[in-house]
């Protein structure tokens, strides 16, 4: 059963798709947050999450992609990738958003609310 989370910026919806993996359930039970995105690099906006999320059978590292809702385990942080980048150890896929990004390039810094999709 594939699962789906939206992201609302700026009152802007994004659907995204939930990866099937442990560290995206565990993720997806946080469901609603609050948090305020930060931009990271000119290519992510990050934000961090109440707790750390669980890496059992994770991979051991990722390449972050355009649209990509990420888990980077070493800092306990959620990272968006609105612009592609490379591989990076500790990062674990959680969702793809599926359609325009624009919303999340705005600003430096916006507040998103990320809750499961009915």
């Known amino acids: 059963m594939t699962m789906k989370i939206q992201l609302v910026v700026k009152g802007e919806r994004l659907s995204a798709t939930l990866a099937d993996n442990r560290t995206a359930r565990d993720f997806y039970a946080l469901l609603p947050q609050r948090l305020t995105l930060k931009d990271y690099a000119q290519t992510e906006k990050i934000a961090y999450l109440p707790r750390k999320l669980t890496?059992?059978?994770?991979?051991?590292?990722a390449k972050g992609r355009l649209g990509?809702?990420?888990?980077?385990?070493?800092?306990?942080?959620?990272?968006?990738?609105?612009?592609?980048?490379?591989?990076?150890?500790?990062?674990?896929?959680l969702a793809h958003i599926d359609g325009d990004l624009g919303a999340l390039t705005m600003a430096d810094s916006l507040e998103v609310v990320i809750e499961a999709a009915e």
């Open 55 to 61: 890496t059992d059978s994770a991979p051991e590292g």
């Open 68 to 93: 990509d809702v990420c888990y980077y385990a070493p800092w306990g942080n959620l990272a968006i990738f609105y612009r592609d980048f490379g591989y990076a150890a500790g990062l674990i896929p």
